[in-house]
């Protein structure tokens, strides 16, 4: 892998960062200063912590591990796509729902259901299928529907 040099992180504009207004303050360590209401990048520490992060990964492909690239600025898009596929590796370069790290499971067990009504539809019974029963014995999934959980005025309790 190519080295980081000062210089071209900062023709690239790396430093720029984002509004003094919409930062976050676990980044504090990372600004170097604040110019015209937005923050500027310290490159030094972009620098140690991207070689920090390339020995990781350099780690892990040696271990054998799969590693998920993920880029969904407009810039990065066909660059991050490309890399990944020369290694093998799995890629995002769109849009993807929250929490599909952090919340995988969860993300999971929505796929596999939709999966599952995905193959219910293509079943020659689906059209039999009542629509304003809660479940069928041919489909055995509850309706939902949309309700709020915002109440207006607190639940009155029973007498003891």
Not at 87 to 112: C, H, S, Y
Not at 119 to 126: C, N, R, T
Request: aromatic letters at 6%; hydrophobic letters at 40%.
């Amino acid at each position: 892998m190519n080295e980081l040099k000062f210089e071209e992180l900062l023709d690239a504009g790396c430093h720029f960062g984002h509004l003094k207004r919409k930062w976050n303050p676990k980044m504090a360590p990372y600004i170097f200063k604040e110019h015209n209401g937005i923050h500027v990048i310290d490159l030094q520490k972009t620098i140690a912590k991207a070689d920090e992060a390339a020995a990781a990964l350099k780690q892990m492909a040696k271990s054998g591990k799969k590693v998920l690239f993920v880029a969904t600025k407009k810039q990065a898009k066909e660059i991050v796509a490309e890399m990944a596929k020369s290694v093998d590796m799995p890629f995002v370069t769109e849009r993807w729902p929250g929490g599909m790290l952090t919340n995988f499971q969860t993300i999971r067990k929505a796929v596999k259901k939709m999966n599952s009504l995905d193959q219910l539809m293509h079943d020659k019974d689906f059209n039999n299928i009542s629509k304003r029963s809660p479940t069928s014995p041919v489909c055995p999934v509850p309706c939902l529907s949309s309700t709020s959980t915002r109440s207006t005025s607190p639940s009155p309790r029973p007498a003891a």
